[in-house]
């Protein structure tokens, strides 16, 4: 009798534990499926709202993904493309010798397919400006940056790129061509304005292994893609209350497509490297989620007299000989590379200037990155070759994938005025 009566209870329990799992089960499906149906209603009506006040969002791919870059046409800006940089750095030195490195880039993002949570960020502007300047100071240790942006909203400084000529503005930032050579200008606050003018000294190298400007970055996913690998730079500094005439060489990229970000695109490490042997190196390592390399990583070695050789995957290594963490942001990035390219007999030390050159721009382009001046020593068939480079190194912070719209808005309030959205 005690033997039954224990079964009966135990099974009357069991059915107990059961119908109340099923009652909740069922409950977290509703309110699931009560969520999802929320959020659709929510996302629909940002769209209504959207499409209602600044229109309907554009597909940006026009079938000219993979088309060849044309010069001089792709100089300048293109209206139906989601994203554009044009990127330069150098190394100068003034007439009193004084060196530093400089990062001059300015981006131009078509905002049709991009949202925060629910909320299509076309709604705050399209396209959006965006700029980046950065100045390294070698003999003082010292890394400066400034970073803004424009919708060309009431509260912002004018922006503009021109699609029929290379001319570029952003408030008193502007890079532009005149007689063959660009003219950059920049600004750190009030007391360091930077002015260059730059003329390439080889023909544009176009990247991608077919040498025709198309790099894919994964599969059926590429932008366009080209070089100035080694430009004469000359100009004025302004910067510790005092102006100086500066020579120097630049390098400048120049990007622009539409392409679907992949698991396999998480971040890269890019170097650009001007050799004194009047040679330049190009290499970028793309990862993946899991920090794995990407077989779509690539390069360009470029020869003194202009010829070049795309290189794949296998044809470099990029291994970290050190390491550092920034105290800001917590992120950890290398610091220090062995490059190698055995085709090429090459062997080179990579070192940064300064450990810190990390820029964080989540008020503007919504990421943490690592931008730096380095110094280069190293073989090249057993023979001792010397250089400068710059390097950049993304995705080591991953603020970025959940990204704050007041934020965003609003800047930084040690960084940006109070007063205004986009400045």
């Not at 922006?159 to 007689?179: K, P, V």
């Not at 679907?260 to 998480?266: A, G, L, R």
């Not at 992120?331 to 062997?347: E, Q």
């Amino acid at each position: 009798m005690l033997f039954q009566t224990t079964m009966i209870f135990k099974e009357f329990d069991k059915k107990g534990r059961t119908f109340w799992m099923s009652k909740q089960n069922n409950f977290t499906d509703d309110v699931w499926d009560y969520l999802k149906t929320f959020e659709k209603t929510a996302g629909d009506f940002f769209e209504t709202v959207t499409d209602t006040f600044v229109g309907k969002a554009d597909t940006l791919r026009d079938g000219t993904e993979f088309e060849p870059v044309s010069l001089p046409r792709d100089l300048a800006a293109h209206k139906n493309v989601q994203t554009e940089w044009w990127y330069y750095t150098g190394y100068g030195e003034t007439v009193s010798g004084k060196r530093f490195g400089f990062e001059l880039v300015f981006f131009k993002r078509r905002t049709d397919l991009d949202k925060f949570s629910l909320v299509p960020l076309r709604l705050f502007g399209n396209p959006i400006y965006f700029a980046h300047f950065a100045v390294t100071d070698y003999d003082n240790k010292e890394f400066r940056y400034a970073h803004r942006k424009s919708a060309n909203g009431w509260f912002d400084s004018p922006a503009s790129a021109s699609e029929n000529h290379f001319h570029l503005r952003l408030g008193d930032w502007s890079l532009r061509e005149s007689q063959g050579a660009h003219v950059l200008r920049a600004t750190i606050g009030d007391d360091e304005v930077f002015e260059a003018t730059l003329k390439p000294t080889k023909k544009p190298i176009l990247n991608g292994i077919a040498k025709d400007g198309v790099s894919f970055k994964d599969e059926g996913q590429a932008s366009r893609y080209f070089s100035y690998t080694r430009m004469e730079m000359e100009g004025d500094i302004v910067w510790n209350d005092e102006t100086e005439h500066f020579h120097g060489s630049a390098w400048m990229d120049r990007e622009f497509g539409t392409w679907t970000p992949t698991e396999n695109q998480k971040g890269w490490d890019w170097f650009s490297i001007q050799l004194s042997n009047g040679a330049e190196l190009m290499c970028y390592q793309i990862r993946n989620g899991t920090g794995g390399i990407s077989t779509f990583s690539s390069g360009n070695y470029v020869e003194k007299d202009g010829n070049f050789t795309p290189l794949g995957h296998a044809d470099f290594t990029i291994e970290p000989t050190g390491f550092w963490k920034s105290s800001r942001t917590q992120a950890t990035y290398p610091s220090g590379w062995r490059l190698t390219v055995p085709k090429f007999d090459m062997d080179l030390e990579v070192t940064p200037v300064l450990q810190d050159q990390e820029l964080d721009t989540r008020g503007t382009t919504m990421i943490i990155y690592w931008e730096g001046a380095c110094d280069v020593k190293g073989k090249i068939k057993k023979e001792d070759i010397l250089g400068r480079a710059y390097v950049e190194l993304v995705g080591y912070d991953r603020s970025h994938e959940q990204p704050n719209l007041a934020y965003f808005l609003m800047g930084n309030s040690f960084e940006f005025p109070s007063k205004s959205f986009f400045s």
